[in-house]
């Protein structure tokens, strides 16, 4: 009992800073109330022309045998049938389930907040409400899960079980996150996640990317594209509000793996560049959701995930897919 109420302690302390695997759990009953389906209200991220673009489920291939009389002749192998010089049909049966990848952001400039909490956490929770979704409607869910160093790859299942394993991961990848670590961020990591995927999801694949963005260049348009020919892609953006609009606030100091800096936000030069820098990552994202009809979800830091999942996909509490 004392354990367990040490640990509650530790966990309020570190809370928006680390996330934490009971946190994670809680939030499956928070994984209701938005649809990744197209239909969707007019005013979500999903309608207009990104309706078209989220696929259903579909066929797979199950066996050749004899052709019998009333076959569909569309059906008929010819290539077999020419080797065997006997037709035969290909046989398909309806796909049960579709595979979700989650490719989740555990870098080290993930590791920065503002507000409530930083945006690592954000994108693991966003993980995790995802995760627990896709499972509530009996489709498979795995994930890329990356930091500066090491990619961990957790392939498609339909199990609680496998939802806990991707949990785990990314709790482990978020809690050895440290601003004094000797880490140096690894923009190229992003394009060696989405070259990995690329190779993953063959076909009907839905690849949500959880990031904020760094890295996005034009190799990473050429995964993406590649990706969405057979799959549907959809973007968590990760930002935080001081990413946005840096205010003035007069001397603020900041820190990072190097050290603290000390800086004045009056500054207008100072605000304008930083401002600069979030608007060209953004535009990067936005230039590759208009040209591939990619749904970018835009979540920040300061107000609760699960309500701004619900409010970009449009509250759709009857939705029966996601």
Known sequence: MI???????????????????DELIRLQHKSSGFSFLPRQPVHSVLSGRHTS?????????????????GDDTRNIDWKVTARTRTPYVRVYTEEKDRAVWLLVDQRVGMFFGSQQQMKSVVAAQVAAISAWR????????GALVFNDTDISV?????????VMQ????VVEKNQSLSANAELR??????????????QLARHDCLVCLITDADGLDDESRKYITRLSEHNDVLAAFIYDPLEKEMPAAGRLRFADDKGQLE??????????GFQNVFEQKLQRMQSASRR???PVLSLHTGSPVAEQMREAFGHHLAAKRY
């Open 3 to 21: 354990k367990k109420a040490q640990s509650i302690a530790k966990n309020n302390r570190h809370a928006g800073v680390y996330v934490h695997l």
């Open 53 to 69: 673009k989220l696929r259903g489920r579909g066929l797979n291939f199950e066996e050749l045998r004899d052709y019998l009389p």
């Open 134 to 141: 896709v499972l509530s409607v009996g489709d498979r869910v």
């Open 154 to 162: 957790i392939p498609p299942h339909r199990s609680r079980e496998r």
């Open 166 to 169: 991707i949990l785990k991961q």
């Open 185 to 198: 961020p690894a923009p190229g990591k992003l394009n060696e996640v989405l070259k990995q995927i690329s």
């Open 263 to 272: 800086t004045d936000t009056s500054n207008r030069k100072l605000r304008s």
């Open 292 to 294: 591939l009809a990619i």
